[in-house]
């Protein structure tokens, strides 16, 4: 298989793997677990998952102290990021609300410009707007009434801390770190902090003793979460991060299929619009640098057949 090839597939099965988190979550939810115990199971079951791969693959687990801080800053946003967004499922559709959380290249973009003065360009501003529209599209919910405004607020919090997560990623110690590695330790930091949301474990929901309640405990933790991680790398080193960002364009496509098909979620023209609005608004803002590259690169061929014309005479 070629590398461009084994890159986009990758790419596909981390995006629609990571878009089967509410598959397993909502199941937890109805077998009365609480988020904080279904998130510890989540991230300390991964935790154990990747650790294993590490050992196997030869890969250096440690961090030094300069990183030790910035990795529990960082495993903590992280951490109320899920915390957020699996509380948003409570109030509202988890389709509609992994549509309304992939906004947040949008919301890095907008943290790049008012704390590290980039530059923003028309487009930026046109694809924030379309956004906005977007979501306000899903805040109308289902045709039955609006969705629960603490639902939408939960799901904005989960979008700007992992906006806040990844643009620390790149702006701190972090960036030094590679990628494997402090997923690692992000895993291991939201297992310690769901640990410590149940009151050090002594509210933490036992796992119900049945093969589905099990199931849904380790896909959960492998398949929304181990694989994405895994398998994502394996994208960007062979497409790149902006396509594979682009392809990440199928998660929350995934949770609305699976919200509809599953849990009986409904769909309407208002929702598929806003969905719409929302993955075009990203995919712009994901596609900026490569479009004006693409420009850049048709004006100076241009530009370069007009200097190879034979000149007029003066």
């Not at 960036?175 to 992000?186: A, G, I």
Request: proline share 4%; net charge positive.
């Amino acid at each position: 298989m070629k590398s461009a090839t084994r890159g986009a597939v990758c790419g596909v099965v981390a995006a629609v793997a990571y878009g089967m988190n509410p598959l397993f979550s909502l199941n937890l939810f109805a077998c009365g677990m609480d988020v904080e115990s279904v998130l510890f199971y989540r991230y300390a079951i991964a935790t154990v998952i990747l650790a294993a791969v590490f050992r196997l693959r030869g890969m250096k687990i440690g961090v030094s102290r300069r990183e030790a801080l910035p990795l529990a800053l960082g495993g903590l946003i992280f951490a109320l990021s899920s915390h957020t967004l699996y509380e948003s499922f409570m109030y509202m559709d988890a389709g509609v609300a992994c549509s309304i959380l992939f906004i947040y290249p949008i919301l890095v973009a907008v943290i790049m410009m008012l704390f590290f003065h980039e530059r923003a360009s028309l487009l930026t501003y046109g694809c924030i707007m379309m956004a906005t529209a977007g979501v306000a599209l899903l805040c109308r919910g289902d045709g039955s009434g609006e969705i629960s405004m603490r639902g939408l607020l939960l799901v904005m919090a989960s979008s700007l801390c992992y906006a806040v997560y990844i643009v620390g990623a790149d702006h701190s110690a972090l960036s030094r770190v590679p990628s494997s590695r402090m997923t690692l330790w992000m895993l291991i930091v939201g297992a310690v902090t769901f640990w410590l949301f149940t009151s050090f474990g002594t509210r933490l929901c036992a796992v119900p003793s049945t093969p589905v309640a099990w199931f849904n405990v380790v896909g959960m933790a492998l398949i929304p979460t181990v694989i994405p991680i895994l398998f994502i790398n394996i994208a960007i080193k062979n497409v790149g991060p902006t396509f594979s960002a682009i392809i990440g364009a199928l998660e929350p496509v995934t949770a609305l299929i699976i919200g509809v098909t599953v849990f009986g979620e409904r769909l309407t023209v208002r929702i598929v619009s806003g969905a719409l609005l929302i993955l075009v608004a990203v995919l712009l803002v994901i596609a900026r640098p490569l479009l004006v590259r693409l420009i850049h690169h048709s004006g100076s061929h241009v530009h370069d057949s007009d200097s190879r014309r034979p000149q007029s005479p003066a």
